[in-house]
């Protein structure tokens, strides 16, 4: 089993920050990707930010320049830290890794259960 856990949400006013983590744990043999989508109410789930094993990363351009993804290799962690928040930011924020489990051969993608991110202006 794979399980990740995210954590950090809450509510803040526009222009503070917000630091999201979220952990992968269980029999993973290898970690592909992290990354962090976000929906709002009556939205589709959409990306925020990735990163990929290699270290290369890749945000959407709406926080461009706002937020930051980094990712801990040794403890299996994505980070998400957010700066200028904006009430636009405002959505469940939910964890993807595209986890390769151990004695198997195929990554899927796994979800954590999300956070809430409140901004209000």
């Known amino acids: 089993q794979v399980q990740l856990v995210e954590s950090g949400g809450g509510l803040v006013q526009a222009g503070g920050s917000l630091r999201l983590s979220c952990a992968a744990s269980?029999?993973?043999?290898?970690?592909?990707?992290m990354g962090w989508y976000r929906q709002a109410p009556g939205n589709q789930r959409d990306l925020v930010a990735t990163?990929?094993?290699?270290?290369?990363?890749n945000y959407a351009d709406s926080v461009r320049g706002r937020f930051t993804i980094s990712r801990d290799g040794d403890k299996n962690t994505v980070n998400l830290q957010m700066n200028s928040l904006k009430p636009e930011d405002t959505a469940v924020y939910y964890c993807?890794?595209?986890?390769?489990?151990?004695?198997?051969?195929?990554?899927?993608?796994?979800w954590g259960q999300g956070t809430q991110v409140s901004v209000s202006s």
């Open positions: 990163t990929s094993a290699d270290g290369s990363t």
């Open positions: 269980g029999t993973i043999f290898r970690i592909n990707s």
């Open positions: 993807k890794a595209q986890i390769v489990r151990l004695a198997q051969t195929v990554a899927l993608n796994y």
